[in-house]
Every structure is written in C-alpha cells, then in structure tokens.
C-alpha cells in the first residue's frame, strides 16, 4: 500500500522569506512523487514531479523539491515566497514497485500555503 | 497544445438521478483516470482507462462506473446519486498507464440536492 502524509493543514510564511512545505510518502516498492498546487474553484496544476536521478528536483514557478529516501520525504521549496504563491498543495505518491501503480495516485490531505505581504 | 478538458463544469442534480461526466485527454495521451475531491475525504483515486479497458479502480460503489473510447476520450458515470456524491471530480491524463507525467483538467463541480 503506498500513502502520503503532509504535517501541516496551514504553513504561513512572509513574502520574500523561503518557504517549505512539508511530505512524508510510504511505499513498499520505489515511488514517483509529486506536487501539485490548486488555486480555488480550480483543477490541480503539475509543479514537479520525482523519478529517479537527481534528489534536487526543480519545478515550475521557482519551486523545488528534495527526495531524501532515508527519511521518505519530499518537501517543497522556494527561496523567496511571493503572494500569488498563496495556495493549496497536494503532495502525491505512485509506488512503481507494485505493479506501476495500480492504485493510482495516492495523495495527502494537502497544505494550505499563505504568504503574507 | 490543449490541456485536458472537462465538461460540464458545474451541475446540480436531485438525489436519485444519474450523471455522466466527460474527459478529453491531452492530445497523445492514451491513459485517463479520474479522482474525486471532497473536503472531507480528499482526493480519492476512482479509476483508470487505457485502451478503452479499465486498469484498476479505487474503493468506490458499483454506482460509479466510466469507460474510454477509441479516440482516448473518457466518461464516468454515477448512478442513484446520493448527497454525499457532490465533489469535484478531477480527470487526469498520461501517455501511458502508471505514467509519470501526470495532468490534471480544471474538474466537474458536481452538487446533489
């Protein structure tokens, strides 16, 4: 079975100031992982994604995500956060070690991202 | 290059009746899958098509269903609505199943009174 945890319901930060949203995943094989941001009364927009290769993972928008597979995270990043970043982010898990995913993707509960002027 | 497209956007439906929902895929994209988005269960994964076969399916009643056609295109449909049916429901596309370039289309806001 493959789940995803995301900590914090609200993360608050200053604009300008480097954010962090947080990710923990659970898989029995190796995952794909993912970030997406949804907006309101909006469908759910691709901001990076993890497959192999490199644990620093650059996105769309300035964001970026560390895989750190001894502690099964995936956190967001961005240096400098700006207002229009203010959001919901859903963190997601495809574990490829079973069968390439035949759950689909399973995702945490989301985290509402405010960035305050 | 189009995104994925959703229709209707929104609808309202009585308890009891049925809907059906449509999902075209970006261009090239043969898998589509569907989610379901309320605020108290989060996104929940309902099925996947490729080929016009279902691949797998989330833990959700018989009264959800979908199929794919020749072209890619989807609909799901949902039989004897109930209250707790009202969601947004999310179509995402892929160029293969258990694909890892995943894109969502904008949803169906679906309200049963």
């Known amino acids: 079975a493959q789940s995803v945890a995301q900590p914090e319901d609200q993360v608050n930060v200053a604009e300008g100031n480097p954010l962090t949203v947080k990710c923990t995943y659970s898989?029995?094989?190796?995952?794909?992982l993912f970030w997406y941001v949804q907006y309101p009364n909006r469908g759910l927009q691709f901001l990076l994604k993890?497959?192999?290769?490199?644990?620093l993972v650059k996105g769309s928008y300035g964001f970026e995500a560390e895989f750190n597979k001894s502690q099964t995270s995936f956190h967001l990043k961005k240096p400098s956060a700006l207002v229009s970043d203010s959001a919901l982010y859903f963190c997601?898990?495809?574990?490829?070690?079973?069968?390439?995913?035949?759950?689909?993707?399973?995702f945490g509960k989301g985290t509402h991202l405010i960035i305050q002027p | 290059k189009a995104g994925v497209t959703q229709t209707p956007r929104y609808l309202i439906k009585t308890r009891g009746q049925q809907v059906t929902l449509s999902c075209s895929p970006i261009s090239g994209h043969r898998s589509v899958s569907w989610y379901q988005q309320t605020p108290g269960q989060g996104l929940q994964f309902l099925f996947e098509y490729f080929s016009e076969t279902q691949r797998n399916k989330g833990n959700f009643p018989g009264r959800f269903s979908g199929r794919q056609f020749s072209n890619s295109r989807s609909e799901m449909n949902v039989s004897t609505l109930e209250l707790g049916d009202s969601a947004l429901y999310l179509c995402?596309?892929?160029?293969?199943?258990?694909?890892?370039?995943?894109?969502f289309g904008e949803g169906s806001w679906l309200t049963v009174v």
């Open positions: 997601a898990v495809r574990d490829i070690g079973s069968g390439g995913g035949a759950d689909g993707l399973t």
């Open positions: 995402a596309s892929s160029s293969l199943p258990g694909g890892n370039t995943i894109y």
């Open positions: 993890y497959i192999t290769g490199d644990n």
């Open positions: 898989v029995s094989g190796n995952p794909y």
